[in-house]
């Protein structure tokens, strides 16, 4: 008979002052790690964009090891998830500490408290310009994606960033889910200039990873950051992302890494009761 265990579950609105804004993510501390499965399976009953689960390391350079998971699968780097496990260990496991370090596929990341928001330290992906969207048909492809035509592409890795005239645009989007998973496993970032109260704009959508359209999202940061630091001229950066919920970011790009800053609010608290294996 499988045994069942009880671990610490926390519920955080990440890149938001305002409890049900910003990008909810689960956090989950660990003593020592579950099996795939049922990290899986924790995070698809979550059913939020990201679970974060992070356990003790024996590594000099890092406090903790961090995962994510959406619903579907474990992702590479996730931002809003990041943020929100330095809340939960800053604010409930270490009162008085001023940084956290995490070991992860995206490499050491520290979340560092930052007046009343917190700080966390990513790596830069610089996106490059592309001709048109990979495996489309020109600009009937991107209609039946986006619902409206980008202006330009840019790929940033896992994610493909798409350009709009204004800020309206970007809001005003309908996307074809469907399409865009017929693009394989990657990210799109709908971006477009500020409209005065911020320098830049974005909406994302991961429906390749059971995220359709993610609220905030820390790492699609890591590519417009640089992209925007980039066409404006400057390193400090001020963001919306302009989903339903919405979330504002403090940016700052230096070389090869991205300084992203928000606040977190804590909504949840408990313990959640999972099988040791499945």
């Given at each position: 008979?499988?045994?069942?265990?009880?671990?610490?579950?926390?519920q955080?609105?990440?890149?938001?002052?305002?409890?049900?804004?910003?990008?909810?993510?689960a956090?989950?501390p660990?003593?020592?790690?579950?099996?795939?499965?049922?990290?899986?399976?924790?995070?698809?009953?979550n059913?939020l964009?990201e679970?974060?689960?992070?356990?003790?390391?024996?590594?000099?350079?890092?406090?903790?090891?961090?995962?994510?998971?959406?619903?579907?699968?474990?992702?590479?780097?996730?931002?809003?998830?990041?943020?929100?496990?330095?809340?939960?260990?800053?604010?409930?496991?270490?009162?008085?500490?001023?940084?956290?370090?995490?070991?992860?596929?995206?490499?050491?990341?520290i979340?560092?408290?930052?007046?009343?928001?917190?700080?966390m330290?990513?790596?830069a992906?610089?996106?490059?310009?592309?001709?048109?969207?990979?495996?489309?048909n020109?600009?009937?492809?991107?209609?039946?994606?986006?619902?409206?035509v980008?202006?330009?592409?840019?790929?940033?890795?896992?994610?493909?960033?798409a350009?709009?005239?204004?800020?309206?645009?970007?809001?005003?989007?309908?996307?074809?889910?469907?399409?865009?998973?017929?693009?394989?496993?990657?990210?799109?970032?709908?971006?477009?200039?500020?409209?005065?109260?911020?320098?830049f704009?974005?909406?994302?959508?991961?429906?390749?990873?059971?995220v359709?359209?993610?609220?905030?999202?820390?790492?699609?940061?890591?590519?417009?950051?640089?992209?925007?630091a980039?066409?404006?001229g400057?390193s400090?950066?001020?963001?919306?992302q302009?989903?339903?919920?919405?979330g504002?970011?403090?940016?700052?790009?230096?070389?090869?890494?991205?300084?992203?800053?928000?606040?977190?609010?804590?909504?949840?608290?408990?313990?959640?009761?999972?099988?040791e294996?499945?």
């Amino acid at each position: 008979m499988t045994r069942t265990i009880r671990i610490p579950f926390l519920q955080v609105d990440a890149f938001t002052k305002e409890p049900f804004k910003g990008n909810p993510a689960a956090v989950c501390p660990l003593d020592a790690w579950l099996p795939d499965p049922v990290l899986q399976a924790i995070a698809r009953e979550n059913n939020l964009s990201e679970t974060a689960f992070f356990v003790p390391s024996d590594e000099d350079d890092a406090d903790f090891c961090l995962r994510w998971f959406t619903p579907m699968t474990e992702v590479d780097l996730c931002g809003h998830a990041t943020l929100a496990s330095g809340h939960a260990i800053l604010s409930n496991l270490r009162d008085k500490g001023e940084a956290v370090r995490f070991s992860s596929q995206a490499g050491i990341l520290i979340v560092t408290k930052d007046g009343d928001r917190l700080s966390m330290d990513l790596p830069a992906r610089r996106p490059r310009a592309l001709e048109a969207l990979p495996d489309t048909n020109g600009e009937a492809g991107a209609k039946e994606a986006f619902g409206a035509v980008p202006s330009a592409y840019f790929s940033g890795g896992r994610d493909i960033l798409a350009l709009f005239e204004d800020a309206q645009q970007v809001r005003a989007l309908k996307p074809d889910f469907t399409a865009l998973k017929s693009f394989g496993k990657r990210g799109f970032i709908a971006t477009a200039p500020g409209a005065g109260d911020c320098d830049f704009v974005s909406r994302c959508f991961f429906p390749a990873f059971g995220v359709e359209e993610d609220p905030v999202t820390g790492s699609a940061h890591c590519v417009s950051a640089p992209f925007w630091a980039d066409r404006l001229g400057k390193s400090e950066l001020f963001a919306r992302q302009i989903s339903q919920r919405g979330g504002e970011l403090w940016l700052s790009v230096a070389e090869d890494r991205v300084h992203i800053s928000g606040h977190c609010v804590e909504v949840i608290a408990g313990e959640m009761s999972v099988p040791e294996s499945l």
